[in-house]
T-cell receptor, first 110, second 118 residues
Framework: QKEVEQDPGPLSVPEGAIVSLNCTYS??????FMWYRQYSRKGPELLMY????GNKEDGRFTAQVDKSSKYISLFIRDSQPSDSATYLC??????????FGKGTLLTVNP | GAVVSQHPSWVICKSGTSVKIECRSL??????MFWYRQFPKQSLMLMAT?????????EQGVEKDKFLINHASLTLSTLTVTSAHPEDSSFYIC??????????????FGEGSWLTVV
């Protein structure tokens, strides 16, 4: 079993839809959870950073962490074509080494 | 937010030559920098972790003599791909962690460098 599992998609939604992206993990040592957005041929861009279980909201983005289930989610409200990208979940313990999911390719159709 | 700059963005080199990629933290001091490799439609694979002033720690399976990493200052790390071959063609990305403080737990990525070996 991989440490971080993420459905690679692809996921295609109409503009304005609510998008739900998820990752599961197996390593209980992971304490910090991140979501990165990566446009084609570009470096990852940090979207959300969470530490504890619960929800964190930033504009149209909501990150959710459930440590008891080892499950994290990213919700995108009112999705826009500009949100089309690959979304990577990442997590780390105390040693700052990030473990990434495979990434989910999202396309938002106008 | 914090900015990490990578240079060059694109590089084409001949097989057998060496190429250097720079990673700079522009508005914070990066005590630790990480180098990743990413193949098309794949996730990021950590190659090595470098701390300023000390030798890099390489991940299993990564040839340290082929991928030379230098972290000479708190704002600059370099990756040199020595004797490059076509199979080294890939997207190389660096990331940086700030010192203890506001950015200490956050890791920021550079824009990546596309290497094509012909």
């Amino acid at each position: 079993q991989k440490e971080v599992e993420q459905d690679p998609g692809p996921l295609s939604v109409p503009e304005g839809a609510i998008v739900s992206l998820n990752c599961t993990y197996s390593n209980s040592a992971f304490q910090y959870f991140m979501w990165y957005r990566q446009y084609s041929r570009k470096g990852p861009e940090l979207l959300m950073y969470t530490y504890s279980s619960g929800n964190k909201e930033d504009g149209r983005f909501t990150a959710q962490v459930d440590k008891s289930s080892k499950y994290i989610s990213l919700f995108i409200r009112d999705s826009q074509p500009s949100d089309s990208a690959t979304y990577l979940c990442a997590m780390k313990g105390s040693n700052y080494k990030l473990t990434f999911g495979k990434g989910t390719l999202l396309t938002v159709n106008p | 937010g914090a900015v990490v700059s990578q240079h060059p963005s694109w590089v084409i080199c001949k097989s057998g030559t060496s190429v250097k990629i720079e990673c700079r933290s522009l508005d914070f001091q990066a005590t630790t920098m990480f180098w990743y490799r990413q193949f098309p439609k794949q996730s990021l694979m950590l190659m090595a972790t470098s701390n300023e002033g000390s030798k890099a720690t390489y991940e299993q399976g990564v040839e340290k003599d082929k991928f030379l990493i230098n972290h000479a200052s708190l704002t600059l790390s370099t990756l040199t791909v020595t004797s490059a071959h076509p199979e080294d063609s890939s997207f190389y990305i660096c990331s940086a962690r700030g010192d203890a403080g506001g950015s200490g737990n956050t890791i920021y990525f550079g824009e990546g460098s596309w290497l094509t070996v012909v």
